[in-house]
């Protein structure tokens, strides 16, 4: 029958083959350019998706074992190792690392994928294996793009990623979004995604939600589903903007829009 978990485990595994690819290309010269993530170059996105990839490992191998989240000892040794790496040894080790998570994810049974939970030890509650590897995919699918977009400012995210993101963004935009930039408004946008299709609420007030869509809204955002995601985690400067993105209404504009997602 599958599970929900399913859906972000594959897209786990496309996105992985994607990275590597990519990554094998290279040349050593590339892993120093400045990534499109905020003072990290290709080599540093690399590492830290390595050293993401043995906390995650370890954190669902924990959970799997019945035991506690691994603590910052751990998580600070791991850090430690890769930023002791070169460049070329970040982009050489990266692979494995990445490797080793996916393909324990690929091993869990369908019963595992179900009903196992994950304790992140920072969050309130834990997370089932679907929101687990869902947020992993948001990380990794993010961060590929953060490589890609150094050398071609016309990367869009991955669309197997894609679909799967949305319900992690619904969790986390809250801590991704600062209506400070926007004073004492208070806004209630409809987003108009496509490819997919998608059309969610966005409510800009004490904080940030995601919502259904509001029947009257104060603004309406047409953009494309990545860039919409893109967007949500800083990743939407002009020159990363497709072509037809509108946002009209409210009196908003789309330079005020992305001060609200100041993006990691």
Do not use: C
């Not at 191998?61 to 070169?86: C, H, I, L, T, Y």
């Not at 490797?99 to 304790?119: G, K, M, S």
């Not at 071609?152 to 969790?171: Q, R, S």
């Not at 904080?207 to 259904?212: F, I, N, P, Q, S």
């Amino acid at each position: 029958m599958g599970s929900r978990a399913d859906g972000p485990i594959e897209a786990l595994r496309a996105g992985h083959e994607q990275l590597t690819s990519y990554v094998a290309r290279l040349a050593p010269q590339d892993l120093e350019r400045m990534s499109a993530a905020d003072e990290w170059t290709v080599a540093q996105v690399l590492s830290h998706l390595g050293s993401s990839a043995e906390i995650g490992l370890a954190t669902l191998d924990a959970a799997r074992a019945g035991s506690g989240a691994p603590g910052a000892e751990f998580n600070e040794k791991v850090w430690a190792g890769w930023d002791a790496m070169s460049a070329p040894e970040q982009a050489e080790s990266f692979p494995g690392a990445n490797e080793a998570l996916v393909a324990r994810f690929e091993e869990l049974d369908e019963t595992a994928r179900a009903e196992l939970t994950v304790d992140l030890g920072f969050l309130p509650q834990p997370l089932d294996i679907a929101a687990f590897a869902a947020l992993r995919l948001g990380e990794f699918t993010y961060h590929t793009w953060d490589i890609e977009a150094a050398f071609d400012p016309a990367a869009v995210l991955a669309p197997t990623a894609v679909a799967h993101l949305f319900e992690p963004l619904g969790m986390l935009i809250g801590f991704l979004g600062d209506t400070t930039p926007l004073g004492d408004r208070r806004l209630r946008l409809a987003v108009r995604a496509e490819r997919p299709d998608l059309s969610p609420g966005l409510e800009l007030g004490d904080g940030v939600a995601l919502t259904e869509a509001p029947a009257d809204p104060d603004a309406v955002l047409e953009i494309p589903a990545e860039a919409a995601l893109r967007l949500a985690v800083g990743r939407l400067a002009e020159r990363y903007t497709p072509a037809g993105t509108r946002l009209t209404g409210g009196g908003l504009t789309l330079d005020e829009l992305r001060l609200v997602f100041p993006g990691f």
